[in-house]
Nanobody, 122 residues
Framework: QVQLVESGGGAVQTGGSLRVSCAASGRTVSFYAMGWLRQAPGKEREFVAAISASGGSTDYADSVKGRFTIFRDSDKTTVYLQMNSLKPEDTAVYYC???????????????WGQGTQVTVSS
């Protein structure tokens, strides 16, 4: 099984930016699509963004389109989520996930990390 470790969370003001990272290891992770989910207190976990194994295709939740960007390193083992123009409603624990195939169109993930807290004031 793969190991996913998130980092880079923190507290920012409305309109600020933050980049969270996900370091993945084990079982040829470069062959798999990756993504980010988030969960706010009292709410269910929701989809944020996904990227194909090659990095050539991406998908975003409507709530973050135009503000967030998902990308991965050339070695495909580290995935990032660049968050700009942050809003209080973006406050949540952000989780990195690995999908079961090279495309996120598979629709299901089989591994996830411990999460990193993002807090946006105002």
């Amino acid at each position: 099984q793969v190991q996913l470790v998130e980092s880079g969370g923190g507290a920012v003001q409305t309109g600020g930016s933050l980049r969270v990272s996900c370091a993945a290891s084990g079982r040829t992770v470069s062959f798999y699509a990756m993504g980010w989910l988030r969960q706010a207190p009292g709410k269910e976990r929701e989809f944020v963004a996904a990227i194909s194994a090659s990095g050539g295709s991406t998908d975003y939740a409507d709530s973050v389109k135009g503000r967030f960007t998902i990308f991965r390193d050339s070695d495909k083992t580290t995935v990032y989520l660049q968050m700009n123009s942050l809003k209080p409603e973006d406050t949540a624990v952000y989780y990195c996930v690995k999908y079961s195939g090279s495309s996120y169109l598979v629709g299901r993930y089989d591994s996830w990390g411990q999460g990193t807290q993002v807090t946006v004031s105002s």
